[in-house]
Structure formats: structure tokens, C-alpha cells
């Protein structure tokens, strides 16, 4: 039986060429041109592909909140193809891989892989043509929902994160140890995904040493739709400082939805191991357990463009939606 894969090309350096000043982005018609023989062997088991570029084709470090939707819609409105491979170039592919996880979450029952690569395609060592035919046979093979999949590593959408800056294994999901999901009353418009984004206003803010009460008042002087705290270890911050702790409460009454995620790249929060957890907890901050900043952001963003009030949105974060968390 044959299938249909579509192939959305955004840029990055997949699809790079040599130019006069340097690599630039190459036309869809040059990529077409170089994937062919890599698509030889899936179009004699009965493939057929088709390639649909992003207008305009980014850098993935020009990548936005905007596009995802923009991407979101383009898988959509594809009708008659199987499967969706992406390429998409690496460094903000793991937030792009996350998005589209909750926004095709429910009634979506295909496969999407987004995929990429450290090296151009047709250049000497390059990781372009093994990632490229590997992401395709895991369109073929993987289940439905959303996958990243990089040097042959087929990983969940809303696990993964770029780990490496230069190495061919760049990317790896550190924190996924389940799939389980909880029952969810969250009820996706198919419409509303489509539409681009608004004007959200989401926050990420890196405890340190350095943190001080003038910086995040800084931070909440826009006053953030929502504020992701990086804090330590299994969630803690400075709480011998109450003026933060009350900067948070404050912007947390407010109507700020606050989110911890925490700064380790293994292992989830437990709020209730430290005295500094409870002060968390008691300024209105969601104990995003083994939430990646990847998924933390982009779970945010999905639930608030889908106007969402502010306490369905606290309760819909603390959930495993879609396996981008641990339920415990």
C-alpha cells in the first residue's frame, strides 16, 4: 500500500549552501534536487513525497512563537499525506519539537518527526543524509504524536533538548522516563491552533547568586503573562530574602501564572524536601517537576493563546498532558 509523506523544509543548516559570504540558505528547488537519491529506496518500497517549504525559510535562531502556529497549520491543511517530516535547523528545534506536541495533542493521529542536522547537507562528514533517511523511516515506523529524531535517536517531542552544541549526538531527552498521560478535559479548537499567536508575554528567569529584588521587579514590572523560574536543584531559590518571595506572591495574585522548572538536566523537583520549597509553594509558583524549559515554555504559550482563565491554566501546567512529564 502506498503511503504519503510531506516534507516541510524551514531552513537551517540542513539545507545550507555555500555562498559568497558564507553559508546561506538554499532555494527548496536545490533541496529537492539533493534529497532525491536519498528518497530512492522509500519510493521503491512506495513512497511518495512532496516537499513544502516555510515562506520565508529561517535561521532556526529566528525562529518565533508565531511560526509554531504557522507549522502547526501547515501539517493541518496537509491533505492526503501520511506522515510529516520536518527539517528544521537545530538550535531552537527542540521548543519547535515541544509546540507541536501540544498543539496536535488529541484528535491529530499521524506521525510527525522533526529532524535536522549539525552539518549541511552534500558536505564532507556531514550528519544531513543519515539524519535525513533515518527521520524517515521513523515516519514510517514511529506511533502517532510528535518525535525529534537526530543521529538515530528517536525522541519524544516534548522531551527533548539540544545537549550539545557541536557534536552529532546533539540532542537527547535526559529527563524521560514515562509516557504515561492523566485523563484531560483540555479541549483543543482545531481552528484555533491554526491561527497565530498572540501578543503572549512569557518570561524566563535564571535563578543565581546574582538575583536581586530589582531585577525581577524589573522582570514583572510588564507584568508577564506567565514567569518561568529556573531555580535550583529540586526548587529552591533565595528565601531569606522576603521581598522576593513577596514580589512573587504579588505578581502571582496579580494574575502571572509562575512556573518552576528546575536548572538540572536529570531528575525533577520535590518542593517539599526544603523549607525553601514551601515558600514556593506559598507564593503561587506551579512545581513544574521534570518539565524541560522546552516543554515549560511552550506549554505555557499553547495554553494561554487558548484563553484559557488563569487558574484552569495552573491546573492544566501541573498535568501530564501528553507525556512531557512525570505524573508523581
Not at 24 to 37: C, D, F, G, R, W
Not at 78 to 84: L, M, R, Y
Not at 92 to 116: I, N, P
Request: net charge negative.
Amino acid at each position: 500500500m502506498k503511503r504519503n509523506l510531506l516534507v516541510l523544509y524551514t531552513g537551517g543548516t540542513f539545507g545550507m549552501q555555500a555562498g559568497a559570504q558564507g553559508l546561506e540558505v538554499a532555494s527548496s528547488q536545490a533541496l529537492i534536487t539533493k534529497l532525491q537519491p536519498l528518497m530512492k529506496p522509500f519510493e521503491a518500497n512506495d513512497l511518495n513525497w512532496q516537499l513544502q517549504s516555510l515562506d520565508p525559510l529561517l535561521d532556526s535562531a529566528n525562529m518565533q512563537m508565531e511560526h509554531w502556529s504557522q507549522l502547526c497549520k501547515l501539517v493541518l491543511d496537509a491533505e492526503g499525506h501520511d506522515c510529516t517530516l520536518i527539517i528544521h535547523g537545530t538550535d531552537s528545534m527542540a521548543y519547535s519539537a515541544a509546540a507541536l506536541t501540544f498543539l496536535l495533542h488529541q484528535r491529530y493521529d499521524k506521525t510527525v518527526v522533526l529532524t535536522g542536522s549539525q552539518y549541511p547537507l552534500g558536505f564532507a562528514d556531514s550528519d544531513a543524509e543519515s539524519n535525513f533517511s533515518e527521520a524517515v523511516q521513523h515516519c514510517l515506523d514511529a506511533p502517532q504524536g510528535v518525535h525529534l529524531s537526530f543521529a538515530g535517536a528517536l525522541l519524544h517531542g516534548a522531551r527533548a533538548v539540544k545537549a550539545d552544541a557541536n557534536g552529532l549526538q546533539a540532542f537527547a531527552a535526559p529527563k524521560a522516563t514515562t509516557m504515561q498521560t492523566q485523563p484531560s478535559s483540555i479541549g483543543f479548537d482545531f481552528e484555533l491552533r491554526k491561527r497565530p499567536f498572540a501578543n503572549l508575554n512569557i518570561v524566563v528567569l535564571t535563578v543565581t547568586p546574582a538575583l536581586t529584588l530589582i531585577q525581577l521587579q524589573a522582570v514583572l514590572a510588564s507584568r508577564p503573562d506567565a514567569l518561568i523560574l529556573r531555580v535550583y536543584g529540586v526548587g529552591t531559590l533565595p528565601d531569606q530574602n522576603p521581598a522576593i518571595l513577596m514580589a512573587l506572591s504579588e505578581a502571582h495574585k496579580a494574575g502571572t501564572v509562575l512556573l518552576g522548572v528546575t536548572q538540572c538536566a536529570a531528575g525533577q523537583m520535590d518542593f517539599s524536601q526544603y523549607q525553601a520549597g514551601h515558600t514556593l509553594l506559598e507564593a503561587g509558583v506551579i512545581n513544574g517537576r521534570d518539565l524541560t524549559l522546552e516543554a515549560a515554555l511552550a506549554k505555557l504559550a499553547v495554553l494561554l493563546h487558548l484563553g484559557y482563565p488563569h487558574e484552569m491554566i495552573r491546573t492544566l501546567v501541573a498535568r501530564n498532558l501528553c507525556g512531557e512529564m512525570n505524573n508523581v
